[in-house]
């Protein structure tokens, strides 16, 4: 017998990772490159979390 992994088992295996609160550093790390969220790297795990569910708190990258 063969297993096939798919997308929907490695989501059921994962469980959901939607929520900021699910993912690890790295990951949140990811989410906050992609929002250009700076000094990503030298936030905690929770400050991440934060930056990411609370965009009025956020420091984004100046366009200068």
Not at 4 to 20: F, H, I, Y
Not at 33 to 49: K, M, N, P, V, W
């Amino acid at each position: 017998m063969v297993w096939v992994r798919t997308a929907a088992s490695r989501a059921q295996r994962e469980g959901d990772k939607s929520e900021p609160q699910q993912l690890s550093k790295a990951e949140l790390c990811e989410r906050a490159a992609e929002q250009d969220i700076t000094g990503r790297f030298g936030l905690s795990r929770e400050q991440l979390i934060d930056a990411l569910t609370h965009p009025s708190r956020r420091r984004k990258k100046s366009a200068d």
